[in-house]
């Protein structure tokens, strides 16, 4: 899934894990992004369908802190969290040879 984009008078490509990037930043409550060291980490398919899930998944976790009293974050907030542990484990594994 790829986007071109004008920017300057040129073409230019952009992926779906940047526009994400892109969208997080215009609005953190709502997007999050789902990026190739989430997916390898924590199994999340790079399609729209894992997207979804994924954000399903991150939404309900969030409601779930806020009823137990935690302090309402947005997605953005709580993405960073499973990314650092997804990145430790992507990390860890041997090279390919």
Do not use: H, W
Not at 61 to 68: A, I, P, Q, S
Not at 81 to 90: D, E, I, S, T
């Amino acid at each position: 899934m790829r986007r071109q984009v004008a920017a300057r008078g040129q073409m230019a490509e952009i992926g779906a894990s940047a526009l994400r990037r892109i969208m997080r930043f215009l609005d953190p409550d709502l997007f999050s992004v789902l990026d190739e060291v989430l997916s390898f980490g924590l199994g999340y398919a790079t399609n729209p369908t894992g997207y979804q899930l994924f954000m399903e998944q991150l939404t309900a976790f969030r409601d779930d802190l806020v009823e137990r009293g935690a302090a309402r974050r947005t997605l953005g907030e709580i993405e960073f969290g499973p990314f650092l542990l997804a990145r430790q484990k992507v990390r860890s594994k041997p090279a390919a040879r």
